[in-house]
Nanobody, 120 residues
Framework: QVHLVESGGGLVQTGGSMRLSCAAF????????MGWYRQAPGKQRELVAA???????NYKDSVKGRFTISRDNAKVTVYLQMDSLKPEDTAVYYC??????????????WGQGTQVTVSS
């Protein structure tokens, strides 16, 4: 059993900053990849940023240079620092953690989501 607990989020003005945190609790203490997705009203959920246990990162093009993902493997926590926020960043942000118990088996875990609203 795994629970991802998100914190951060809220309302911020255009150009502002916000930091999201997601801590994993449960029987699994190591995830191959942890990341953040977001879903705006009427749109599909999309990957924002991801980071492997070794520290390799991947970002959605529109957030490169503005968002920074990091993780603390000892605390099983992933962070998303969001700077220079824009109204189009408004969405519900979901934490994701992937566990690979076997080579061809991937288990996905999700947080409950946290609202980020950027006012213009």
């Amino acid at each position: 059993q795994v629970h991802l607990v998100e914190s951060g989020g809220g309302l911020v003005q255009t150009g502002g900053s916000m930091r999201l945190s997601c801590a994993a609790f449960g029987t699994i203490r190591s995830f191959n990849t942890m990341g953040w997705y977001r879903q705006a009203p009427g749109k599909q959920r999309e990957l924002v940023a991801a980071i492997t246990v070794g520290g390799s990162t991947n970002y959605k093009d529109s957030v490169k240079g503005r968002f920074t993902i990091s993780r603390d493997n000892a605390k099983v926590t992933v962070y998303l620092q969001m700077d220079s926020l824009k109204p189009e960043d408004t969405a519900v942000y979901y934490c994701n953690a992937q566990h690979n118990p076997l080579r061809d088996v991937k288990l996905d875990y999700w947080g409950q989501g946290t609202q980020v609203t950027v006012s213009s």
